[in-house]
């Protein structure tokens, strides 16, 4: 992010569409720059039979959020991963029909917008270091723990990216050697463990059902995972969102920061936090709507510098 976090949205006046791809749902709505979130439509991912028919249902809810509105200034999309190509194309490990579907480009000549691609818990990074619990903070862990489970990270006061886009796609750190099998062909990833779709895998019912007992073992696993971004990147902070998260509450949160407690003992991690994000369940669309003002900002400050020239 360019700047201070309260900035992202002070050099555009005009809302933006903001769509959060998730494995289990769309959801879309216009964001002004001030955060705030517009009329939330939704659509659901369950029965779809190809990539065309879940393609139509992602344009049909951009579409809804942003009819009887203002022009969006852009779109900013944070989806489920990962990359195959840099904010380009996706293979969701949730959406396995999707196996190579060039988002950005499908969502650009559909709407007639310029549209920004992230992955969502990059997204939720941006959002929450411009209005949530993660602002004037330069290095920083943010995680969504729902259906899959991602990470996004902020160091020195940037956003990582990667090579393809996937920086921080913590999912598939191990935290159980020989463990479960993963959708990604691994074994163990806290995303087999800890994740609502594993979740429900290994109760055969819905993860809010979970015991409390299993809603401690999942924030135990997740506070595993983060502690080897600590030790890793010299973040003292972890943000966790996310249904799942969330949903357990204090279970979960407690037992995650007893974990990185206990795993992380050098002496520049021993005061690292885990804590729920702030922007609850508008995170996702704030996190998009960031994404996209970010753009926005970057391609102004670069017209500002050659006419500066």
Same mark, same amino acid.
């Given at each position: 992010m360019t700047g201070a976090g309260a900035s992202v949205g002070e050099m555009s006046g005009r809302p933006v569409l903001a769509i959060d791809v998730g494995g289990t749902k769309f959801e879309a709505a216009?964001?002004?720059?001030d955060g705030t979130v517009?009329?939330?439509?939704?659509?659901?991912t369950a029965g779809a039979t190809g990539s065309s028919e879940l393609a139509d249902r992602l344009v049909s809810v951009a579409l809804a959020a942003s009819a009887g509105a203002d022009r969006p200034a852009r779109v900013g999309v944070g989806t489920a991963g990962p990359f195959l190509a840099a904010g380009e194309m996706i293979a969701p490990v949730n959406l396995p029909v999707w196996g190579g579907f060039a988002i950005r480009a499908h969502l650009a000549d559909a709407l007639g917008l310029e549209v920004s691609v992230a992955g969502d818990a990059q997204a939720l990074a941006l959002g929450e270091r411009w209005i949530g619990a993660a602002r004037n903070c330069d290095n920083f862990l943010a995680m969504v723990v729902s259906t899959g489970i991602g990470g996004? *990270?902020?160091?020195?006061? !940037? =956003?990582l990216r990667g090579e393809l886009g996937n920086a921080g796609h913590l999912g598939h750190v191990v935290v159980v050697p020989d463990g479960r099998r993963c959708g990604c062909g691994g074994q163990g990833c806290?995303?087999?463990e800890a994740?609502?779709?594993a979740l429900r895998a290994i109760t055969g019912a819905d993860p809010a059902l979970a015991s409390p007992?299993?809603?401690?073992r999942t924030g135990t696993l997740v506070g595993r995972a983060v502690a080897s971004v600590v030790a890793t990147l010299d973040v003292p902070l972890a943000l966790v969102a996310g249904g799942v998260a969330l949903g357990f509450g204090a279970d979960f949160f407690e037992a995650a920061q007893d974990? *990185?407690?206990?795993?992380? !003992? =050098?002496?520049?991690?021993?005061?690292?936090?885990?804590e729920p994000a702030a922007l609850g369940a508008e995170g996702p669309l704030i996190g998009a709507a960031a994404l996209a003002y970010e753009a926005i900002n970057a391609k102004l400050f670069a017209a500002t510098n050659r006419e500066e020239r």
């Amino acid at each position: 992010m360019t700047g201070a976090g309260a900035s992202v949205g002070e050099m555009s006046g005009r809302p933006v569409l903001a769509i959060d791809v998730g494995g289990t749902k769309f959801e879309a709505a216009m964001v002004g720059p001030d955060g705030t979130v517009g009329e939330r439509h939704r659509v659901e991912t369950a029965g779809a039979t190809g990539s065309s028919e879940l393609a139509d249902r992602l344009v049909s809810v951009a579409l809804a959020a942003s009819a009887g509105a203002d022009r969006p200034a852009r779109v900013g999309v944070g989806t489920a991963g990962p990359f195959l190509a840099a904010g380009e194309m996706i293979a969701p490990v949730n959406l396995p029909v999707w196996g190579g579907f060039a988002i950005r480009a499908h969502l650009a000549d559909a709407l007639g917008l310029e549209v920004s691609v992230a992955g969502d818990a990059q997204a939720l990074a941006l959002g929450e270091r411009w209005i949530g619990a993660a602002r004037n903070c330069d290095n920083f862990l943010a995680m969504v723990v729902s259906t899959g489970i991602g990470g996004g *990270l902020v160091v020195d006061g !940037r =956003l990582l990216r990667g090579e393809l886009g996937n920086a921080g796609h913590l999912g598939h750190v191990v935290v159980v050697p020989d463990g479960r099998r993963c959708g990604c062909g691994g074994q163990g990833c806290v995303e087999a463990e800890a994740s609502g779709t594993a979740l429900r895998a290994i109760t055969g019912a819905d993860p809010a059902l979970a015991s409390p007992a299993l809603r401690r073992r999942t924030g135990t696993l997740v506070g595993r995972a983060v502690a080897s971004v600590v030790a890793t990147l010299d973040v003292p902070l972890a943000l966790v969102a996310g249904g799942v998260a969330l949903g357990f509450g204090a279970d979960f949160f407690e037992a995650a920061q007893d974990e *990185l407690s206990a795993r992380a !003992r =050098l002496s520049f991690a021993r005061n690292a936090r885990i804590e729920p994000a702030a922007l609850g369940a508008e995170g996702p669309l704030i996190g998009a709507a960031a994404l996209a003002y970010e753009a926005i900002n970057a391609k102004l400050f670069a017209a500002t510098n050659r006419e500066e020239r």
